[in-house]
């Protein structure tokens, strides 16, 4: 059995050596732990001092990609170097490493194809009032959505099995954490959490430059995972709430048509026809949109199976390589 630990980093010299010299060379029930750098464009020569402190592999982005890319580049990384578990861990050691065996334990008594470490947030110290309650809030849509029970997240502290790491795919540049999820529980993957220590603060987070823009930048990915995982559902409230306000419109014409002859209440029928006719149009959307979610599920399939298939591929070469 092989865990890779893998870290996406963006000028981290500073807070890289610190965060691997907490990385473990031995977890319990993998015979071999190897670890992983994705430099993601970096120009403060972050991939050296990853090589000088005996990272094992370093795949380098010429330019910044985004901490999607570059945690999928991650993934498939692992998968082609045979990763049987795949744990996704920050460059600034947010994240206690020593709670690594608890994130992998689920996976090795395959209770769970991913498990994602559940920090203490009411405890954090360097997490504002308003950070906290977003946190939450953030968490509270996310399974809503995903119809799961994770507790945070937007932790990237998180550990995936080969096959659930084979079956993700990303969408958003911004971040993977809120996507990754929902899509793994439309997908029928089991999520598990797990409570995990996090460390001092070392630098300020880069991912949240401000509150409002972290909020927009969730709100926008929430719903763009909904059009994406859950079309019908989407379209079809926002649809209804339309005919609602139409319907109304409409009685409301009548209420008064039948009492004076409705003289002066034409601007209900006019919004009553306008609702009715929008709430028709997000209806067909929605089953446009399920039919075009039904090709994706497809393509997902036969994306898997050629990752798959080229996974193998490359196995046995590097198999008959050895053997020569």
């Known amino acids: 059995m092989k865990l890779i630990i893998q870290i996406p980093c963006l000028n981290e010299a500073e807070t890289l050596a610190v965060a691997l010299a907490d990385l473990p060379r031995e977890v319990e029930g993998f015979d071999t732990v190897e670890w992983l750098i994705i430099d993601d464009g970096s120009s403060d020569g972050t991939a050296d001092v990853a090589r000088q402190h005996g990272v094992d592999h370093v795949i380098r982005h010429p330019v910044n990609r985004g901490l999607a890319v570059g945690f999928m580049s991650g993934l498939d990384a692992g998968l082609r170097l045979g990763a049987d578990v795949i744990v996704n861990t920050d460059a600034d050691n947010q994240y206690c490493a020593a709670d690594i065996p608890r994130l992998t334990s689920p996976i090795l008594a395959q209770e769970a194809d991913i498990v994602i470490g559940a920090r203490p947030i009411e405890q954090t110290e360097h997490f504002s009032w308003i950070k906290k309650k977003l946190q939450r809030l953030g968490s509270w849509a996310v399974r809503v959505a995903s119809k799961t029970d994770v507790a945070d997240a ?34 029928n993957l089991r999520i598990a959490s797990v409570p995990v220590r996090t460390n001092a603060d070392l630098r300020p987070s880069r991912l949240v430059k401000s509150i409002s823009s972290y909020v927009k930048r969730s709100l926008l990915t929430i719903f763009r995972v909904f059009v994406i995982y859950r079309p019908m559902t989407l379209f079809l409230w926002v649809g209804s709430l339309f005919m609602l306000a139409g319907a109304i419109g409409g009685l409301r014409f009548l209420y008064y048509y039948m009492a004076d002859g409705g003289e002066g209440h034409v601007q209900s029928v ?22 075009i979610a039904t090709n994706r599920k497809l393509l997902e399939r036969v994306h898997l199976q050629l990752k798959t298939d080229n996974l193998a591929r490359a196995s046995l070469t590097h198999f008959r390589q050895g053997k020569d």
């Open 154 to 187: 937007p932790s990237g502290f998180r550990a995936m099995s080969r096959d659930a790491a084979l079956r993700l795919n990303v969408f958003s540049a911004y971040t993977y954490t809120l996507e990754t999820i929902i899509q793994a529980g439309q997908s």
């Open 270 to 291: 006019i919004l009553t026809s306008l609702c009715i006719t929008l709430g028709m149009l997000l209806y067909m959307m929605g089953l446009v949109a399920d039919l």
